[in-house]
């Protein structure tokens, strides 16, 4: 089955700092690749996702790149701000399969 | 429209206890999902149901079981609990399996004692 590792699993920065979470996977086979940010107390909701015909996708200060060569893919905030504070999960999956498999999520803390 | 609502949002229950966490959708979705959630584990599958009639083991299905009641309504039932299931459990759903984004309800956190 799909195995996907996400790194670092805490990230502190200075607000207007950019941050990047990291994630491999392990299945050659999965070409769907979404990112879910989970505040505090709160249910995880998806922030952006990408397919594997595509290499980077924007939606304004968030970015997510893809390498299917490497089988990585990457999550971007510029501009941090302090309600960017919250755990983020990345995903892998196949359209042939039923289910996603998750990273372990890497808590962001972006201090003023 | 409500999206994903399960209950109860809290529970304490004693080892061997049994219970039932329940999860309606009101967004006509095919697919349904149970996570739990530990720290530093991410989210898990416990079980799925791609479509309505459909049930299949996720990652951690071991002590659980889950009904897909209807296309609504899907429940995941804890027969004899024991501490190690003390977690939140996210019930989701989606249009369909694997298509796109994941809706999840608010989470049930559930401690055994």
């Known amino acids: 089955g799909e195995n996907v590792e996400q790194h670092p699993s805490t990230l502190s920065v200075q607000e207007g700092d950019s941050a990047v979470i990291k994630c491999t996977y392990s299945?050659?086979?999965?070409?769907?690749f979404p990112w879910y940010k989970q505040e505090l107390g709160k249910r995880p909701q998806l922030i952006i996702d990408?397919?594997?015909?595509?290499g980077e996708k924007k939606d304004q200060r968030i970015a997510v790149t893809l390498n299917k060569t490497a089988k990585h893919f990457s999550l971007h905030i510029t501009e941090t701000q302090p309600e960017d504070s919250a755990v983020y999960f990345c995903?892998?999956?196949?359209?042939?399969?039923?289910?996603?498999?998750f990273g372990k999520g890497t808590m962001l803390l972006v201090s003023p | 429209n409500a999206g994903v609502t399960q209950t109860p949002k809290f529970q304490v229950l004693k080892t061997g206890q049994s219970m039932t966490l329940q999860c309606a959708q009101d967004?006509?979705?095919?697919?349904m999902y149970w996570y739990r959630q530990d720290p530093g584990m991410g989210l898990r599958l416990i079980y799925y149901?791609?479509?309505?009639?459909?049930?299949d083991k996720g990652e951690v299905p071991n002590g659980y079981n889950v009904s897909r009641l209807n296309k609504r309504e899907f429940s995941l039932r804890l027969e004899s609990a024991a501490p190690s299931q003390t977690s939140v459990y996210f019930c989701?759903?989606?249009?369909?399996?694997?298509?796109?984004?994941?809706?999840f309800g608010e989470g049930s956190r559930l401690t055994v004692l």
């Open positions: 967004m006509n979705h095919n697919s």
């Open positions: 989701a759903s989606n249009i369909r399996s694997n298509t796109g984004e994941l809706f």
């Open positions: 149901s791609a479509s309505e009639g459909t049930t």
């Open positions: 995903a892998a999956g196949d359209s042939g399969y039923s289910t996603l498999t």
């Open positions: 299945d050659s086979a999965s070409n769907y």
């Open positions: 990408i397919r594997s015909n595509v």
